[in-house]
Each structure stands twice: as structure tokens, then as C-alpha cells.
């Protein structure tokens, strides 16, 4: 064959013909940008998206984005054969999700009261009812089903095909037989492909390659830390009673599902220990590939799988196959533009929902690219909450294994990944063993979510929706900020150290609030971008005119670092991350001016030590940065100390602390304390989505400050449309029982107007706690929110709640100015 024939030029290139380059690809080329080249380095489909079971369901999220793309994508495939003339296989049997045990049907009433929010037509049937819509299932077991009616099962492969020739129709090139070696680049931004046939000079790269897409990116410098492992489905023979138009039937606790295939049942498996694939490598070469089953490994997971459908014992084997899919370290797809390389953008590790979420990934992907911003909810699944160690083969082939073996697990809150553990370490972390605290893994590092008691081991007991054996030590560690002093280790916040002449000057620019006024000063503020959204909630102090502090979340890091590095080129102000150089313990609660006092020569009186400050302080022999501010709604402190005096410091804290109460809190209480005080975080309850004014941050908005800032435009504008319809706002149940973990549905005078983006349990308040965004047809005030019947929906149940604009607790900000 000759060799194939490739333009100079593209607008965009992007690189794999599975289903979600396809779809890419096809967004672009329908949204106007029709000079795009897709190139495949085989044929289209050869990847993993060939032998996907091609399962097409909207229920089981609780992330709106998700959800979403299910949705998008169940509607494309209903209407691309219209559109292109080729059929995607698309057939509405319906879905039913097996709740056998009580925590998974506390799950799935959670999930389904979500997604019913969201427009998904689910329902709650009884074990008969599943018996009735498929009656090769054994149902003694099951307590309930969720039946989903539109929804079913496509053909990935016919599905692909729709999509590149819907894409080909709308002006889109794409070419076979094309494996693309590695990219050009100039000035930090990429400029084009390589391949044997020759160059593509781009504007933008899109990594669309499956399991080779971190292959690919190690290539240009960019960190896609997925790995590849065995995903096994099998078919049996043909055999009498079976139908095509059965529903998929899904049963996790017994790790399978279920659907119809050539006459006979398909049974696909998601075992609860996996195998990683060619950690080192994935070939070039491996196309429309298998992999050799291991029987002895599934049996037993293939066992269980058969029990629900005992028939499918009895027949023969068509095909037992095995064959490669991509997974992330969290279950979440690695998707945006990559922090090392502008305009290289990446949609991969999608963690066997390719298919289900492909055509919704394809729209979001391109919307992004063409308007230089997402319009979805991006924080969770974003390429830079990824960090570069966990690319590392041992991370992989570690914790891969945990994550794929929880698709099927139950989804307890406060559940924490358990392998590829203690990868980052505080400079106090053994002193915190010796206190009886139970770790989690925050972002990699080892950080306390709560301590045991004296006398008692730090064992975290039965996962549970309810209160777990934990909860009375949550609460002492809660109490104790609002009536004495704690002691917390957040060592692992992002901090930045940013200098240079133009240091005050560009984060004035990228900073919504007057964040270069007096050295010495704490500003709490947010970044946004060109249309007034949100893109960071962190604070900056001003500790000289060329020297600022950049303190931002865990999650945050790589996003705040990458925003900040991208606004400072051409200036003369340079970022240095230095979050493992310095360890940082938070000294919060009423009497934590009198321990610290008690510590350092420093003037810690309210006079000389306002709220705000920021000053470098002596304790015992170390220097260490005192920023008085408040993340948990009391006096409070924020320490900052060279990772090599921080053993110092923390054991002078602890031998003063017991004349003051001290005691040591985690994370657990970090989040019901500041979640009373309605205090934000980004990636939790306020995203991408939201306009700084929605999210109730107005008050840190200098929009008179000169020079502007970014976003100041779209801020005004949003003024100028007059009283908002969409707010934060904070609900706290008023039955002290039941608890808020996320995604509950909340309702005004019977009609759902939100739902509850993160939670906790207010110990001061009395009940649990939340922020919901709430969205009306009519100005939302305190005369709208108080003239309302308002109430929340855990599982099954509405409970009455209280809705607020201001903090529940201390809404005038008395405690942490005193």
C-alpha cells in the first residue's frame, strides 16, 4: 500500500481512533473547527475499544459532570444513525442495578435520589419485579433493584464508526496507519506531531491513545500516570429462554454483569484484586489483541458472577476473553490541558466507561479546547490534580490493583485508598503515630482524620453510612477547637513561594482581591478566569514587596502552580514550590493566643498581633512565619516551620499544651468545623462552574482596586444582570440523626432546587451540615429562602432543614477577632 498522504497543517491533531478520539474529534469538527486530523496508528477501534461490553447506563453517579456525560452521550448514540447513516447499535432494553446487602441499598437510594435530580428516570423495584423483567435471575438475595428503562447496551465498534463518519462529514480528516511518534514544541506550548510520514504542524494535540497515552506523553514531558490491567468477560453458548431485549443486569457484590450475546449471556467481571498488564511497556504493536485468560485467578470471581444467573452454569463456554483496559490511581478519567505543555490536551484512563460517558467527554473536551475553558464541573477529573511520582511503575502497579477492585466495592464515605501508602510523610508524622492517629491518604500524603484516646488504638472499625466507633473522638477533637486549643498537622497544603519586582504586581492581576497592599498581611482570595469562574480559593501574604505566600489545598496544588507559572512568563517573578520544605501546624481555638504566648518573646496581644497578620516569630530555637488566620471559625494561628525544626517546634507546642487543654485534632474535625462556619473549598462545594459572586465570595472581590484583575469584566457584568438566581447556600438538618455525606437532593415547598455538594456533622450546630447550590426562577434572598418549606432527601427519607446565605455559626465573625 502506499504510503498514506498527510496534510502540512491542522488546526487540532488528535492522536488514537477509539471511541473517545472519534468523539473528540467529531465535537470539534461540530462546533465549527472542521481543519482537525485524527491519526490512528491502526485502525480505528484496535485499541480496548473493540472488545468493550458496550454498556450504555446513566445510573450509579453521584458527580454531576458524570452523570451528565452519560446522558449526552445515551442521546448521541440514540441520534447518530439519523445524523450519519450508521447505525450505533443502540438498544434501550434497560439497566437494573442488584442491591443485595443493607450498605449498597443505602448507596443506590442515595444515588438514585441524586440522579433522579439530575433527569434520570430511575426506579426502586422489588425482588419480584427484577425476577419479571429478567427471569434467568436468582433473586432470594436481593433487596431491592434500581431500574433505569432508557437505558441498555450499544456496539462500541459501530458506535466509533458513527462517530468518525459523522466527524468526516463535518470536515474532519481522518487517517489509518499513522502512529505518531512524538510532538514538536516551542516556548512551552506544543507546535505539531511527528510521525514516519512525515510532520503535522498544530495549534493543539489531543492524547486520545488509551493505554498508550501515558507512553505518549513521557514522550513530550507530560504526566499521565495510567495503567493498564486485565478485564475479562465471558460468553456462553446459545441456549433456550434467553433474550435480546432482557435488560443489563448489573451485580456488584457478586462482581458481575449480565446481557444478552449471540443467543447467549455475556457475564462480565470486575474483581475485587486485579492484575496490571505490562507495567513496564504496553507493545506498539498489540492491536485487536487478547490476552491468555487465568482461570484459576477468576474462577472464583467467575463463580460468584454465575450464581446470580444459575443457568448459566449448565451451558457451554463460547469464549472466555480477556483483554487490556486503562485505570487511574482514583477512578477518575485523566482529562484537560497538560500543566508541562500548553495546548496539549488529554483524554484517557477512563476506567471502563469509555463507552457509557464517551460522546459527553468528546463535547466537554472540545468545548474546552474551542472556548478556551470548560463548561462542566472539571475539578475532580482534571489532568493536574495528578502528580508525577504516581507515574512511577511500583505506584502503578500498586495501587491499581486497590482502585479497579473497588469499582465493585461498596462506596462508604470516609473510605481511604490502603495501598501504595506513606509516599509522602510530614516532618512530624511519628511524633502524630505516638499521639494514636488514624491516617488517610490526602493527596499521598499520610495525614491524621482523627486520634484515638488515650488507653486506645486507633482502629477505624465496620465502614458504615451511620456513625462510625470513630465519632465520639470526631467530636471531642471538635469541641475542643470551639472551647480550648488544637493542635493540627496540614502539611500537606500547596505552598509557593512567589518573587520578583513584578511579584506584587502580576498576582494583583491574577488575584480577585487586593492581595499587594502592606507587608505583613494575610488576603483571602480567589483567581477567576476571563468569564468571572472560578479557577482558585487560596490565600496570599504579602511578607515583603518582592516576597509573597501562596498557601492553597492539597487538591489544588498542580492547578494553582500551573495558573501561576502561566500568568508570570515574560514578568520578572518567579514561583518556587516549597510545600515539603516547610511543615505546617495550625494552632486553632480560644486559648491558642495564651499557649503561644506562652512560647515566643513575640507580642501575640490582639493589639500587636491583629487578625491578618502575618509575622515571623522565635519559638524555642527555631524562626518560624505566624499568619493569624482561621480555617475553623475560631482564634487561630497558622504556623509555618522549616521542615528541619518542626520536631523542634511541635514538641515545644506539646510539652506547653496540657496547662491550656491542648489536644490533637485531624482532619475529620477540620471538616465539621469549618463546614459551620460555611467556610469554602475548591473541587468540594464550589468548582469551575461558579462565578465568584454565586459562590458567595463577593466580599473578597476589590473590584475598584487599580489596574483590575482577571475576570473583573465578567464580574461586573454578572452584577449588572441584578439579583442572583443560583447561590451557596448552607443547610444544616434539623434532626441530629441522620448525616449528610454528599449529593442530597434539596427541596423548596416540595420542588428540588439543589443538592448538597459537600457535608459534614456540626457538633455546635447540632446536626449535620452542608453547602447545597441552589438554583430558582426568581432572585434568591433571605426573604425568598425564609418564605420556603425547605428539606433534604437522605437515602429514602426528607428531612425538614434550615437554609442560610450567612454562616450558622458565628456570622459576624466575633470568635476569630476577639
Not at 11 to 26: D, F, L, Q
Amino acid at each position: 500500500m502506499p504510503d498514506p498522504v498527510l496534510p502540512s497543517r491542522a488546526r487540532v491533531v488528535v492522536i488514537g481512533g477509539g471511541v473517545i478520539g472519534t468523539s473528540v474529534a467529531y465535537h470539534l469538527a461540530d462546533m465549527g473547527w472542521a481543519d482537525v486530523v485524527l491519526l490512528e496508528r491502526d485502525r480505528l477501534t484496535s485499541g480496548t475499544t473493540w472488545h468493550a461490553a458496550g454498556l450504555m447506563v446513566t445510573f450509579g453517579s453521584t458527580s454531576e459532570t458524570s452523570t451528565e456525560f452519560r446522558q449526552y452521550t445515551r442521546d448521541l448514540y440514540s441520534r447518530l444513525e439519523a445524523e450519519t447513516g450508521q447505525s450505533t447499535g443502540f438498544s434501550p432494553v434497560g439497566f437494573i442495578e442488584l442491591a443485595t446487602e443493607p450498605g449498597r441499598l443505602e448507596e443506590y437510594r442515595r444515588v438514585s435520589a441524586f440522579n433522579r435530580y439530575c433527569g434520570v428516570d430511575v426506579h426502586e423495584i422489588s425482588a419480584q419485579q427484577v425476577l419479571d423483567l429478567f427471569p434467568l435471575a436468582r433473586v432470594d438475595d436481593v433487596l431491592a433493584g434500581f431500574y433505569v428503562a432508557e437505558d441498555g447496551r450499544a456496539n462500541p465498534v459501530d458506535v466509533t464508526m458513527a462517530l468518525a463518519k459523522g466527524a468526516r462529514l463535518k470536515g474532519a480528516t481522518i487517517l489509518e496507519g499513522v502512529p505518531v511518534t512524538g510532538v514538536t514544541k516551542a516556548r512551552g506550548a506544543v507546535t505539531g506531531v511527528t510521525t514516519p510520514y512525515g510532520d503535522i504542524e498544530a495549534e493543539y494535540v489531543v492524547n486520545c491513545a488509551g493505554m498508550w497515552a501515558r507512553q505518549l506523553g513521557e514522550q513530550a514531558g507530560v504526566n499521565i500516570p495510567l495503567q493498564a490491567a486485565e478485564h475479562y468477560y465471558l460468553v456462553t453458548e446459545e441456549f433456550e429462554g434467553i433474550s435480546r431485549s432482557f435488560p443489563v443486569l448489573e451485580d456488584p457484590a457478586n462482581f458481575g454483569y449480565f446481557r444478552e450475546e449471540g443467543g447467549g449471556l455475556m457475564i462480565g467481571l470486575f474483581e475485587a484484586v486485579c492484575a496490571p498488564w505490562n507495567v513496564g511497556r504496553i507493545p506498539e504493536t498489540f492491536s485487536f489483541g487478547a490476552l491468555p485468560p487465568d482461570w484459576d485467578r477468576m474462577s472464583p470471581y467467575l463463580e460468584a458472577a454465575m450464581s446470580r444467573v444459575p443457568i448459566s452454569s449448565d451451558v457451554g463456554v463460547r469464549t472466555f476473553f480477556c483483554g487490556p483496559e486503562s485505570f487511574t490511581a482514583d477512578l477518575q478519567p485523566v482529562v484537560g490541558e497538560a500543566p508541562e505543555l500548553r495546548n496539549y490536551f488529554v483524554a484517557a484512563g477512563l476506567n471502563s466507561i469509555g463507552i457509557l460517558t464517551g460522546g459527553g467527554m468528546g463535547r466537554a473536551l472540545a468545548h474546552w479546547i474551542v472556548n478556551g475553558s470548560a463548561d462542566v464541573d472539571i475539578t475532580g477529573f482534571n489532568i493536574d490534580r495528578l502528580h508525577t511520582y504516581q507515574r512511577n511503575p511500583e505506584y502503578r502497579a500498586t495501587r491499581t490493583v486497590e482502585s479497579l477492585g473497588r469499582v465493585y466495592a461498596c462506596h462508604y464515605p470516609d473510605r481511604s485508598m490502603e495501598t501504595a501508602r506513606g509516599a509522602k510523610l510530614s516532618p512530624i508524622h511519628h511524633r502524630l503515630v505516638a499521639q494514636r492517629a488514624f491516617f488517610r491518604d490526602v493527596s499521598g500524603w499520610e495525614n491524621p482524620g482523627w486520634y484515638a484516646p488515650e488507653g486506645a488504638e486507633p482502629v477505624p472499625g465496620e465502614l458504615t453510612w451511620g456513625r462510625p466507633d470513630w465519632f465520639p473522638h470526631w467530636e471531642a477533637e471538635h469541641h475542643a477547637a470551639r472551647n480550648d486549643v488544637i493542635l493540627m498537622d496540614m502539611s500537606f497544603m500547596a505552598k509557593f513561594l512567589v518573587q520578583g519586582t513584578d511579584a506584587g504586581a502580576r498576582l494583583s492581576w491574577v488575584s480577585a482581591n487586593d492581595v499587594d497592599g502592606e507587608p505583613g498581611v494575610i488576603t483571602y482570595t480567589q483567581w477567576l478566569n476571563e468569564h468571572g469562574r472560578l479557577e482558585a480559593d487560596l490565600t496570599v501574604t504579602k511578607l515583603d514587596d518582592d516576597r509573597f505566600w501562596v498557601v492553597a489545598s492539597d487538591t489544588a496544588h498542580r492547578h494553582v502552580e500551573t495558573h501561576l507559572r502561566r500568568h508570570l512568563e515574560g514578568h520578572h517573578a518567579f514561583v518556587t514550590d516549597v510545600t515539603g520544605a516547610y511543615a505546617q501546624i495550625n494552632i486553632q481555638g480560644p486559648r491558642s493566643r495564651d499557649l503561644l504566648a506562652s512560647l515566643t518573646t513575640a507580642d501575640m496581644s490582639n493589639e500587636a498581633f491583629p487578625f491578618r497578620a502575618a509575622r515571623e516569630i522565635d519559638l524555642g530555637f527555631a524562626r518560624v512565619l505566624c499568619i493569624r488566620i482561621t480555617y475553623l471559625g475560631e482564634l487561630g494561628y497558622e504556623l509555618y516551620v522549616p521542615a528541619e525544626q518542626a520536631v523542634h517546634v511541635y514538641d515545644r507546642i506539646v510539652a506547653a499544651g496540657p496547662a491550656y487543654g491542648l489536644r490533637h485534632a485531624g482532619t475529620k474535625a477540620l471538616a465539621s468545623l469549618r463546614m459551620e462556619k460555611g467556610y469554602r473549598d475548591y473541587g468540594h462545594d464550589i468548582d469551575n462552574t461558579d462565578s465568584v459572586l454565586e459562590a458567595g465570595l463577593g466580599f473578597a472581590v476589590a473590584l475598584d482596586k487599580p489596574g483590575g484583575f482577571l475576570g473583573r469584566d465578567a464580574v461586573l457584568a454578572k452584577k449588572a444582570e441584578g439579583p442572583l438566581r443560583r447561590r451557596l447556600l448552607q443547610v444544616l438538618v434539623s434532626d441530629p440523626e441522620p448525616l449528610l455525606h454528599h449529593a442530597e437532593v434539596v427541596r423548596r415547598d416540595g420542588v428540588p432546587v439543589g443538592y448538597v455538594r459537600a457535608a459534614s456533622y456540626g457538633f455546635t450546630l447540632g446536626g449535620a451540615v452542608g453547602l447545597a447550590m441552589i438554583e430558582a426562577d426568581e432572585p434568591i434572598d433571605n426573604a425568598w429562602i425564609a418564605a420556603g418549606d425547605w428539606t433534604v432527601e437522605i437515602a429514602d427519607r426528607r428531612w425538614p432543614c434550615t437554609m442560610s446565605l450567612r454562616p450558622l455559626y458565628d456570622p459576624a465573625n466575633e470568635r476569630i477577632k476577639v
